[in-house]
């Protein structure tokens, strides 16, 4: 019913930029947050940074100060713009999406197929 497409990874040095993109189509009466989580193998998916619908940021400690979190309530689509990336940013990155499918639904939590980054030094 919903489906979050990423886009944006990919290989860097260390010190450099990405900008991770992800955008959510399909049934979607409402968006209620989006954000982005990262995970490395044998670790727990943690969080990297949300958004909320009326514009709130959450950051995790490690991403704060370099990487941004952005919506274009238009499009359904969350950015993330990852400035000065250290090797140990290097993840899969995953989208999430809470979405409202009618304006009397609760609330359903959706995955992106996630997207690789990988931070050389």
């Known amino acids: 019913q919903v489906q979050l497409v990423e886009s944006g990874g990919g290989l860097v040095q260390a010190g450099g930029s990405l900008r991770l993109s992800c955008a959510a189509s399909?049934?979607?009466?409402?968006?209620?947050?989006m954000g982005w989580y990262r995970q490395t193998p044998g670790k727990q998916r943690e969080l990297v940074a949300t958004?909320?619908?009326?514009?709130?940021?959450n950051y995790a400690d490690s991403a704060k100060g370099r990487f941004t979190i952005s919506r274009d309530y238009a499009k359904n689509t969350v950015y993330l713009e990852m400035n000065s990336l250290k090797s140990e940013d290097t993840a899969v990155y995953y989208c999430?999406?809470?979405?409202?499918?009618?304006?009397?639904?609760?609330?359903?939590?959706?995955w992106g197929q996630g997207t690789q980054v990988t931070v050389s030094s």
């Open positions: 999430k999406a809470i979405v409202s499918l009618s304006l009397r639904s609760p609330s359903y939590q959706y």
């Open positions: 399909g049934s979607i009466f409402s968006i209620n947050e």
């Open positions: 958004i909320a619908g009326g514009g709130v940021s």
